[in-house]
């Protein structure tokens, strides 16, 4: 089983649309969670990281359950520029190498 | 201030060649990390190293070895390429052993 686990997609959407992903992990361990994003063929850029309490920035909330090991992440009023793959990262904490997810595909269509 | 740079951007080897891929971090980053992503996957953890020293090492063979030098900039080596080793791959640093990762723009290996 891997350790990261996303659906790939991908995901279609008009613009202004919401849209969800998610994300699930293995290791119990984990301490610190993050969402990446990744535009065709360029390197993985870091979107926000998730905190246990939940949180915002501007159109993206980010949510973690530890319960249930799953990360969430909520892009609303979806834009044309918000396509790309968005990689859901684990680490067991701080110093640790990241645990990358396979991805998941956002096209966001006029 | 530069970003994450890697040399080359692109390269075209044979099967059974040798690589080395160049890493250098944005100024007073110590710790270097190398990932490996090939087509439609996220980026495997290769190697992490901090003030010269390895920290960690992802699950990969042996043909695979990297360094790091006394300004921090970072060679990742792979022997005996396969054609597996086609990838990008991925150079990350941040300024202590903590995860403020950035990534380098990557440098694209296709073995033939």
């Known amino acids: 089983r891997k350790e990261v686990e996303q659906d790939p997609g991908p995901f279609n959407v008009p613009e202004g649309a919401t849209v969800a992903f998610n994300c699930t992990y293995s290791n119990s361990a984990s301490q610190s969670f993050f969402w990446y994003r990744q535009d065709c063929r360029k390197e993985p850029k870091l979107l926000m990281s998730v905190y246990s309490s939940g949180n915002e920035d501007g159109r993206f909330t980010a949510q973690l359950n530890r319960a249930s090991q799953y990360i969430s992440l909520l892009i609303r009023d979806s834009k044309l520029s918000d396509s790309a793959t968005y990689l859901c990262?684990?680490?067991?904490?701080?110093?640790?190498?990241?645990?990358f997810g396979k991805g998941t595909s956002l096209l966001v269509t006029p | 201030d530069a970003g994450v740079t890697q040399s080359p951007t692109h390269l075209i080897k044979t099967r059974g060649q040798h690589v080395t891929l160049r890493c250098s971090p944005i100024?007073?980053?110590?710790?270097v990390s190398w990932y490996q992503q090939v087509l439609g996957q996220g980026p495997q953890f290769i190697f992490q190293y901090y003030e010269k020293e390895e920290r960690g090492r992802g699950n990969f063979p042996d043909r695979f070895s990297a360094r790091q030098f006394p300004n921090y900039s970072s060679e990742l080596n792979v022997n005996a390429l396969l054609l597996g080793d086609s990838a990008l791959y991925l150079c990350?640093?941040?300024?202590?052993?903590?995860?403020?990762?950035?990534f380098g723009s990557g440098t694209r290996l296709t073995v033939v």
């Open positions: 990350a640093s941040s300024s202590e052993i903590n995860y403020g990762y950035t």
């Open positions: 990262v684990v680490t067991p904490g701080a110093g640790y190498a990241l645990n």
């Open positions: 100024s007073g980053h110590k710790s």
